[in-house]
C-alpha cells in the first residue's frame, strides 16, 4: 500500500526542494511503533528546515513536519496497541528521522506522548509543539515563583504559536498578561485570548539601558536578541523570563545587571529533547489549563501540498496563531 507524503530533497548543487511523492510502507525509517498520521503543524521550525537553513535537516532526503499526532496500527511496545490515539512533539523528527508530513509515520515508541482523553488529535496539533513549549515556558516561570500576585506577565512574539497559547494558557491561570507584538491591529485577536493589554514590539526590540522600570514580574520570550535583554532589563525583582525562541535573532547583548541586581532568573526552555516526564507534565497541564476551544480562532487549516508555501510564509512573519496540516 502506498501512501503520500511530501518529501525534502537536496541536489548536488545544494538547491533544496520539497515534492509530494508516493511512498511504500517499506520505505519508512526504523522504529517499533507504525502511525496512521491525521494532522501535523507549520512551526517555525518547519519553515527553516523546508528553506534548508543549516542545522535543522541533518540528512537528506527527509520529510518534514516536526509534530504529528494519529492513530497506532501497529506496535512492538506493550504501552501502546493498534487504536491508541497518540503524538510526538521533536525529538528527531524532521531533523534525522521522517516526521509528520506523510500520511503514514514509523517511529520510536520512547517518543510518543498518549493523547490526553480531553483532546482530539486535531486539537493537540492545534496547540502542537508551538503549545506544548508554552507550557514548559509557564512551568519554568511556576518553578521560579511567578504567580498571579506578583504582578503581570509578558508574552513576545504575540501573534505566533508560541505567543497565541501562551497568552490562553496564562490567562486562564488568572494572570494579567501584556502581549508584544509587531501587529498592533490584532489587538482584538489578541484580547480574545485573553491578553490584558497590548505593547508595540518596537519599545523592546532596539538596544536600551541595562535596567529599566520594573514592569512585570515574568515573561516568555519567543523572540530573543535585543527584545529578551530590554524584558530582562524590565523585569520585577526576583522575577523571572522563560526564554524559548529567536524570531528577532539568536543573539543575547545582555549585561549581568537584571541578574546581579534584580535577582532575575533567566530560564532555558528547550522542547525538542524534553525527557518523558516534562513532556508528561506539560500536556497534563495543558489538558487541564487550557480550553481548546479557545484555540478554534487562531487555526488555518491547510493540506499537504500547501505546507510548502506556509512554512515559507511564517518565515516572513505572516501567519497568525496555529498552522494545521490535515494529512
Ligand atoms: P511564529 O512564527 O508563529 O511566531 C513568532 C512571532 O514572533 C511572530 O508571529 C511575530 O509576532 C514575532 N516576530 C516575528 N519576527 C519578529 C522580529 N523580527 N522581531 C520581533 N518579533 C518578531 O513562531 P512560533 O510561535 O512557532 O515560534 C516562536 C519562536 O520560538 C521561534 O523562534 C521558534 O524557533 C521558537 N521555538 C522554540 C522551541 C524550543 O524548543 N525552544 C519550540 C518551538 C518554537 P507578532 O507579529 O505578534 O510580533
Known sequence: ??????????????QIETNLIEMAED??????????????????????????????????????GI???????????????????????????????FGGYAEKARVKSDWLIKVPDTFTTRQTMAIGTAGYTAMLSILALEHNGVTPEKGPVLVTGANGGVGSIAIAVLSNLGFEVIASTGRMDEEA?????????IIDRTSLSEPGRPLGKE????????VGSHTLVNVLAQTQYRG??????????????????????????LAGI?????????RKTAWDRLAKDLNPEILEHTITEVNL??????????LKGKIKGRTLVKV
Not at 507549520?42 to 532526503?61: E, F, R, T
Not at 501540498?305 to 511564517?314: G, K, Y
Open 215 to 222: 514592569r512585570w514580574a515574568g515573561a516568555v520570550d519567543a
Open 270 to 278: 528547550d522542547s525538542v529533547n524534553a525527557p518523558y516526564a516534562a
Open 305 to 314: 501540498e500547501d505546507v510548502p508555501e506556509t512554512a515559507a510564509n511564517i
Open 1 to 14: 500500500m502506498s501512501f503520500r507524503a511530501l518529501f525534502t530533497t537536496k541536489s548536488d548543487d545544494k
Open 189 to 197: 485577536y489578541l484580547k480574545s485570548l485573553g491578553a490584558t493589554s
Open 27 to 64: 520505505d519508512l525509517m526504523p522504529g517499533d511503533v507504525t502511525i496512521d498520521v491525521e494532522w501535523s503543524t507549520v512551526n517555525y521550525k518547519d519553515g527553516l528546515a523546508l528553506s534548508g537553513a543549516p542545522g535543522i535537516i541533518q540528512s537528506y532526503p527527509m520529510i518534514g
Open 240 to 265: 523571572a523570563v522563560a526564554a524559548c525562541g529567536l524570531a528577532q535573532g539568536p543573539d543575547l547583548p545582555a549585561t549581568v545587571m537584571p541578574f546581579i541586581l534584580r535577582n532575575v532568573t
Open 67 to 97: 509534530d504529528l499526532a494519529g492513530t497506532v496500527t501497529s506496535s512492538e511496545d506493550a504501552r501502546y496497541k493498534p487504536g491508541d490515539k497518540v503524538l510526538i512533539n521533536g525529538w528527531a523528527l524532521s531533523q534525522t528521522h
